[in-house]
């Protein structure tokens, strides 16, 4: 079965531009979470959909949004890019939300100019 | 204080020696944890995950969780060249929503 798959694998932007990522989860997988990690450090929660309804946000402005479409796959937008936004985004699923184990894609590295 | 505290390392271990890898938390309502391994320039890879105080094994790979001590930590028995990698722990507190607190990660090194 395949695994959480993420696209693009690498994206390079300017400062004040807009940027989509995209995320499909493990087949069976209802819940989305995107994380953002820069280097260093551990991921950071950004969102969390669970059957296409916000169920978390972290401590990230604005200019980050999300949804989740039907089919459970999302996407992950983020406007107005500033040079602190490059990092690496990460999408996890799980199965049914609560406690069940999340597993990761292989991320995007988003790095901006 | 921060939230999930790791010793960032590096920790360097013979092969074929435990590796004992050490994470504690501050939310003492925090219910699951997580152990992640994340080789350099790749994304994490879930390896184990413990809900209930005590120990479970999962073949050369223990996680040890005590809750009263707000205290996990993973053991890695007969250590191996490829288990060279970052490890993560990961606190699940809210069961509102998946939101996953992350360690920085303690960058573990197998010595030949």
């Known amino acids: 079965d395949a695994g959480v798959t993420q696209s693009p694998t690498h994206l390079i932007k300017t400062r004040g531009q807009q940027v989509t990522l995209r995320c499909s989860p493990i087949?069976?997988?209802?819940?989305v979470s995107w994380y953002q990690q820069v280097l260093g450090q551990g991921p950071q929660f950004i969102f969390q959909?669970?059957?296409?309804?916000?169920?978390g946000r972290g401590n990230f402005p604005d200019r980050f949004s999300a949804r989740q479409f039907p089919n459970y796959s999302s996407e992950l937008n983020v406007n107005a890019l500033l040079l602190g936004d490059s990092a690496l985004y990460l999408c996890?699923?799980?199965?049914?939300?609560?406690?069940?184990?999340?597993?990761f894609g292989d991320g995007t590295r988003l790095s901006i100019l | 204080q921060k939230e999930v505290e790791q010793n960032s390392g590096p920790l360097s271990v013979p092969e074929g020696a435990i590796a004992s890898l050490n994470c504690t938390y501050s939310?003492?309502?925090?219910?699951?944890f997580f152990w992640y391994r994340q080789y350099s320039g790749k994304s994490p890879e879930l390896i184990m995950f413990?809900?209930?105080?005590g120990d479970k094994e999962d073949g050369r790979f223990t996680a040890q969780l005590n809750k009263a001590s707000q205290y996990v930590s993973l053991l890695i028995r007969d250590s191996q060249p490829s288990d060279s990698a970052t490890y993560l722990c990961?606190?699940?507190?809210?069961?509102?929503?998946?939101?996953?607190?992350f360690g920085t990660g303690t960058r573990l090194t197998i010595i030949p």
């Open positions: 996890a699923s799980s199965s049914a939300g609560g406690n069940q184990p999340q597993h």
């Open positions: 087949s069976g997988h209802k819940s």
């Open positions: 959909y669970y059957e296409k309804e916000e169920r």
């Open positions: 939310d003492r309502g925090s219910q699951s």
């Open positions: 413990i809900y209930s105080n």
């Open positions: 990961a606190v699940l507190s809210n069961f509102g929503n998946e939101k996953l607190t």
